[in-house]
């Protein structure tokens, strides 16, 4: 189960106290006590598996180590281990102890989200020369705790989206490394699956149904993914006997969700071409392209709609270096 919304309740480490202490060389004693360490803070680190969260379904408080508390002979106490927890990308960090919140965007970056407490002074800090012997020292600060809503929002280029068994999984897994899950029947994918085609992140969003922004079926968990991709591939099975009303059900629950996923660039696919004759196919070409001129048949079984497909995706690729290369 991929875990895309978790409450969580972190804890930076406290830091430790400082110590009370005096030389016992006769003619010196002086004070001695040393200071105590820094709290270990907690990191996350933007990670590019989308299942990261799956180790906050059980565990839902995190603390970092407190620092060591000062010893005498001026031994300060070892700081507290930081802790860095992988994040995926894409995941808004709603800070709900003081209202704030921020993304974990790039992959490898740490972020500090909780920093450890400062170690208390030894009494050897308090010497001077109106209190040669110091029996005062610190107690380490506490570290940061906050209570946070960890809601991921996949980072994706081009979103598959459509209404159930239309093919997406199948071509995701032609085109990528990725092992989707694949049969003939409904809402066999259950859950987002990401694949990498060259520079592009494809995501594979569980098929929609008429209501799913209301609610119905798997679809309302998962239009929140769709928010984040920069293009919309749009599929409908050749062999439908409604492909135009298939098409506008599931723009009419993009639109309910969010109008402005109807503003994002769309390619519409008829996908299974394979299953239906030539006349068929042309007759439903032109119906959709009503709706929108770049309508494109596909099979995984057709060499050549593959192969057209992907000059598709080098265009897009190619886009998306200049525009990088322009920044």
Request: proline share 4%; glycine share 12%; aromatic share 8%.
């Amino acid at each position: 189960m991929l875990i895309d919304d978790v409450t969580i309740r972190i804890k930076a480490g406290d830091g430790g106290a400082g110590s009370v202490a005096f030389n016992k060389t006769k003619n010196n004693l002086g004070p001695t006590g040393g200071s105590g360490g820094l709290g270990g803070s907690i990191y996350f680190v933007g990670a590019s598996e989308l299942d990261a969260l799956q180790q906050f379904r059980f565990r839902k408080v995190i603390e970092a180590e407190g620092g060591h508390d000062g010893r005498g002979q001026f031994v300060d106490g070892a700081g507290g281990g930081d802790l860095f927890l992988k994040i995926p990308t894409g995941t808004i960090v709603h800070n709900l102890t003081n209202n704030t919140e921020l993304e974990i965007i790039n992959v490898g970056e740490p972020v500090l989200i909780a920093k450890g407490g400062k170690g208390g002074k030894g009494n050897f800090l308090f010497r001077s020369s109106r209190n040669t012997s110091p029996e005062q020292s610190q107690p380490g600060l506490d570290g940061e705790e906050f209570q946070l809503r960890l809601e991921l929002k996949m980072m994706a280029d081009i979103g598959f989206v459509g209404l159930p068994n239309v093919g997406k999984s199948s071509l995701l897994k032609e085109l990528t490394n990725a092992n989707p899950k694949v049969a003939n029947y409904p809402f066999t994918t259950l859950e987002p699956s990401l694949g990498v085609y060259y520079d592009l992140i494809l995501a594979d969003i569980p098929g929609l149904i008429e209501g799913a922004s209301k609610g119905k079926g798997l679809g309302i968990k998962f239009l929140k993914h769709i928010e984040r991709t920069k293009i919309l591939f749009h599929f409908i099975a050749s062999d439908s006997s409604t492909p135009v009303t298939d098409y506008k059900t599931i723009r009419k629950e993009l639109g309910r969700y969010n109008k402005e996923l109807l503003e994002k660039p769309e390619y519409v696919f008829l996908s299974r071409n394979d299953t239906t004759d030539s006349k068929d196919l042309e007759k439903k070409i032109k119906a959709l392209k009503k709706y929108n001129d770049k309508v494109i048949t596909i099979s995984i079984y057709d060499y050549d709609s593959i192969e057209g497909l992907k000059k598709v995706l080098n265009s897009i690729a190619d886009e998306k270096m200049n525009r990088k290369s322009a920044e």
